[in-house]
């Protein structure tokens, strides 16, 4: 379905023949809209042209409608509709302009902010959904002329995070300006809202210098040594993400070697650990915001708390580690960057076995998201190979210290 609305960003037009052929762009074609309904003839033949072009890679990116084309035009008719006839709702505002009695506009989330904030629904604007996290959806608004977040946990959470030890997390750091400004959080559901911070970017982590500010504030915190009344056990929730699987395979078919392996190296961790005090677990390049304010200074707040408590402060190390990505030497630089004074042997060695430990950890996490049928790629089978990988070089670097 297109309209007889010209519109620049469209690249195919209709000919006398009703067919839609493409055009070159800015040419000004007609303004696709709508729901498309095919004849089951015409969806077979769409079907089989999609099952080929997902056997090839180079297609990943395409959108559907690439099936309809032989060279130059569609192999479909087009149906024109005049543009006065047609309203296209793309926002929560636009469908609250066009029918504000919709069951549709009554969301929880809505509710949750004009409760918490003492607003009306009709002082919640320019809403903007954001890219879906990995644990969480989000959605940007503006409210009275300050802008806010709106954190929804998602699919499966509950299973995974404790809310009330999160809002405690909270309570402990609230004031040291260590995180996002917190303006309502539920210790019960999750929901959480946040001022927006403008002006703000996530760490760069192929950015030395954004690395070295990132490690020397992530040793700031933990040098505050601050507590709370629940700790994380990461060979606990190694196993547990593992029981969320209900009796399901791992995906790797040596699995049951590589956990084995890993937890072998718990008694060397134990043997090493200093002080716990209140660690992030979820220390990662994303979760660091650098602010530049009016004045000209950068500030650096470190976000998402939800995995928090206490922990060895040097398993934040590993965490931002592997969620980069880093290969050894990176990783060796990253340590570097923490202990600016020099690291010990033993350190570094038990920070390759946090490497291992935490990799085997998000791969179980991701294999439990991907039974709920969300699939985080290359991404899931990194953290395995972490795992696998970090276990071998702590074998080598422990080898290498009692032959000398």
């Given at each position: 379905m297109v309209s007889d609305l010209i519109d620049d960003d469209s690249t195919v037009r209709v000919n006398r023949k009703m067919e839609l052929v493409t055009i070159p762009k800015a040419a000004g074609g007609n303004a696709m809209i709508g729901i498309s309904y095919l004849l089951d003839d015409d969806a077979q033949i769409v079907k089989g042209r999609i099952e080929k072009l997902c056997s090839n890679s180079a297609n990943d990116g395409a959108f559907w409608e690439t099936a309809l084309y032989d060279k130059d035009r569609m192999f479909i008719t087009a149906r024109v509709v005049h543009s006065w006839d047609v309203v296209e709702i793309n926002t929560y505002e636009q469908l609250r302009e066009m029918d504000s009695d919709s069951n549709h506009l009554k969301t929880d989330a809505i509710q949750v902010i004009c409760d918490a904030l003492s607003v009306s629904a009709d002082d919640?604007?320019?809403?903007?959904?954001?890219?879906?996290?990995?644990?969480?959806?989000?959605?940007?608004?503006?409210?009275?002329?300050?802008?806010?977040?709106?954190?929804?946990?998602?699919?499966?959470?509950?299973?995974?995070?404790?809310?009330?030890?999160?809002?405690?997390?909270?309570?402990?750091?609230?004031?040291?300006?260590?995180?996002?400004?917190?303006?309502?959080i539920n210790p019960d559901n999750g929901y959480k809202i946040t001022e927006f911070l403008e002006n703000a970017r996530v760490c760069d982590p192929e950015n030395y210098d954004d690395v070295c500010k990132c490690m020397r504030r992530l040793r700031e915190f933990?040098?505050?040594?601050?507590?709370?009344?629940?700790?994380?056990?990461?060979?606990?929730?190694?196993?547990?993400?593992?029981?969320?699987?209900?009796?399901?395979?791992?995906?790797?078919?040596?699995?049951?070697?590589?956990?084995?392996?890993?937890?072998?190296?718990?008694?060397?961790i134990e043997a090493h650990v200093g002080e716990k005090v209140l660690t992030h677990i979820d220390a990662v390049p994303d979760n660091f915001l650098f602010i530049d304010s009016e004045d000209g200074s950068e500030d650096i707040r470190l976000i998402d708390w939800e995995y928090a408590g206490m922990q060895d402060p040097h398993v934040d190390i590993a965490m931002f580690c592997i969620y980069a990505m880093y290969d050894r030497k990176q990783i060796d630089k990253l340590i570097n960057a923490y202990f600016t004074e020099g690291c010990p042997k033993e350190i570094r060695i038990k920070i390759y076995c946090y490497i291992a430990a935490c990799g085997l950890l998000w791969s179980n996490w991701c294999e439990y998201k991907r039974?709920?049928?969300?699939?985080?790629?290359?991404?899931?089978?990194?953290?395995?190979?972490?795992?696998?990988?970090?276990?071998?070089?702590?074998?080598?670097?422990?080898?290498?210290?009692?032959?000398?």
């Open positions: 919640i604007v320019d809403i903007t959904v954001l890219k879906k996290g990995m644990t969480n959806r989000s959605f940007l608004f503006s409210c009275k002329g300050k802008k806010y977040i709106m954190r929804i946990p998602g699919e499966g959470t509950d299973q995974l995070i404790n809310r009330r030890n999160e809002a405690m997390v909270y309570n402990t750091i609230d004031g040291r300006h260590i995180c996002d400004d917190i303006a309502y933990h040098e505050l040594k601050l507590t709370v009344n629940h700790e994380v056990d990461i060979f606990g929730q190694l196993e547990f993400y593992e029981s969320l699987w209900n009796g399901s395979p791992s995906a790797y078919r040596h699995y049951t070697q590589t956990k084995e392996n890993v937890l072998s190296l718990r008694p060397y039974n709920l049928g969300i699939d985080f790629g290359e991404y899931s089978l990194r953290q395995y190979r972490y795992a696998k990988d970090y276990y071998n070089v702590v074998q080598d670097e422990l080898q290498k210290m009692e032959d000398r």
